[in-house]
């Protein structure tokens, strides 16, 4: 029999090549991948995360280059201003129903097309070609294109809509506070609904056909078929989408800037064109990182609540 001394260092030896082993896979599967992941995690942090501490550190600061002896830190400060701050609120409303309108009306038309696109019929190439020309034009060539359009002297708009008895006479649409954000809204209808035209194609086009060909031996209606095949099959991308684009226009200040500026009296300023304003025509960097941030924090709290329902949804 073996004495007690030499089943111990046999035991000693086994753990230590247990421990060897492990020491080994927690090497190749927990730390090797962070090593090889390295530059690109740099690389985001320097790009990503530190202007957005820097941006947050910010709304804490009275940073306005017009005073530059009066900055440091303020706390609260900007964001109790923000509270009270009617204009805030003003942009607040009208981001809403900018985003909401926009998103509405391109994801409707958006779906109609690629539906359309998903059929077989002549000049299907070319048409595919027209549709997705509004994504190619500059913003900024788009928004002054659209500002042409809505010109009560030269542009067709104003005057197409009094023909059809919409207005009492052609005049400046962009001009109307009741209106003007109807005028951008349209041009990013325009400008957006490519995208989801786009997205939506290549979801429909995997969507297996043997389904359809089920659905129409049983007897199904068009209507039947689409909202028990086709709809349920486009839920992920649906909501996917629909994040990524409200996410995108409640940031996307171009086509208002170029337009209207915000006016006619703040009637068009969402959050985002606020913050430009507020920094780089007040000139007020504390406060305007204070508005941002706060966007930021509803944008998350957004995209959460779609990401949970888009669970959701892949589940079923």
């Known amino acids: 029999?073996?004495?007690?001394?030499?089943?111990?260092?046999?035991?000693?030896?086994?753990?230590?090549?247990?421990?060897?082993?492990?020491?080994?896979?927690?090497?190749?599967y927990v730390v090797e991948p962070f090593v090889y992941l390295s530059p690109s995690i740099i690389l985001i942090g320097a790009v990503m995360l530190m202007p957005l501490i820097i941006g947050i550190s910010y709304s804490f600061q009275s940073i306005e280059l017009l005073r530059p002896f009066n900055t440091g830190w303020i706390g609260f400060e900007n964001y109790a201003k923000l509270w009270a701050d009617r204009k805030f609120w003003i942009a607040l409303e009208n981001t809403f129903w900018w985003t909401f309108w926009s998103i509405t009306l391109q994801f409707f038309l958006g779906l109609g097309l690629a539906m359309l696109l998903n059929t077989h019929f002549f000049g299907k190439k070319l048409f595919q070609a027209l549709v997705f020309l509004p994504w190619a034009v500059p913003t900024f060539l788009s928004a002054l294109t659209w500002a042409w359009l809505f010109n009560p002297v030269i542009g067709p708009l104003p005057h197409w809509l009094t023909a059809l008895g919409i207005l009492s006479e052609p005049y400046n649409i962009l001009g109307d506070p009741d209106l003007a954000l109807w005028g951008p809204i349209a041009a990013n209808v325009w400008f957006g609904v490519p995208f989801f035209a786009i997205t939506l194609l290549a979801a429909l086009q995997s969507i297996p056909g043997d389904m359809y060909e089920a659905a129409e031996i049983d007897g199904a209606s068009a209507w039947q078929t689409f909202t028990k095949i086709t709809l349920p099959f486009l839920a992920p991308m649906i909501a996917i989408t629909v994040m990524l684009r409200t996410i995108w226009i409640a940031n996307f200040a171009d086509l208002?800037?170029?337009?209207?500026?915000?006016?006619?009296?703040?009637?068009?300023?969402?959050?985002?064109?606020?913050?430009?304003?507020?920094?780089?025509?007040?000139?007020?960097?504390?406060?305007?990182?204070?508005?941002?941030?706060?966007?930021?924090?509803?944008?998350?709290?957004?995209?959460?609540?779609?990401?949970?329902?888009?669970?959701?949804?892949?589940?079923?």
């Not at 007690?4 to 190749?28: C, D, F, H, M, P």
């Open 1 to 28: 029999m073996e004495s007690r001394a030499v089943i111990t260092r046999k035991q000693n030896t086994v753990e230590r090549g247990e421990t060897r082993a492990r020491r080994s896979l927690y090497w190749q």
């Open 256 to 316: 208002i800037y170029v337009m209207t500026g915000g006016g006619p009296a703040n009637s068009t300023q969402i959050i985002s064109s606020y913050i430009f304003t507020t920094a780089f025509r007040r000139l007020d960097f504390g406060y305007a990182s204070a508005i941002a941030v706060v966007l930021l924090i509803l944008l998350m709290i957004y995209a959460v609540i779609l990401l949970v329902i888009r669970k959701k949804l892949v589940k079923v």
